[in-house]
């Protein structure tokens, strides 16, 4: 009987033990009337975080435009994900409507994706890097890693 009892007991132990916490790889988006007004999870920024990344004063401030269906933009989206430099760039995804509307402000609606725009606090060392490469070369040069 103990030895069924302490056998019980082991496998209880056993199957109950916690499991590590696992990174969350999903991704929620909230569209209301054809406009994204959540996202969380992804790599993407919802409107609220790009409007009050550019309204603080804080800077670098580095704002991607990349696609999900942009080969070159995955390419960058995996580098700065493998790099762990979530937090010191903003993505935002070109086909929301509100990224179109910025991008028509910056008159950047004729310009290939993926490219970034790095603001500094002194206006005149602000600058943009086009394609997959330079925005990597970029964010090697001027971020800690």
Known sequence: MKCILLILVCLFSVSCGTQ????????????????????????????????????????????????????SCKKIENFIERRKLKDQVIVANAEDDFVQEILLQIGGNQVSLPFM??????EKNSRVAFGASNIALDLLRNTRL
């Open 117 to 122: 725009m790095i603001m500094e606090k002194d």
């Open 20 to 71: 590590e916490a696992s990174v969350r790889k999903g991704s929620i988006s909230v569209d209301y009337e054809g406009s994204n007004v959540f996202r969380s999870g992804g790599v993407y920024s919802d409107r609220e975080t790009i409007k009050n990344a550019l309204e603080r004063d804080s800077r670098p401030l580095r704002l991607l435009f990349s696609s999900p269906t942009c080969p």
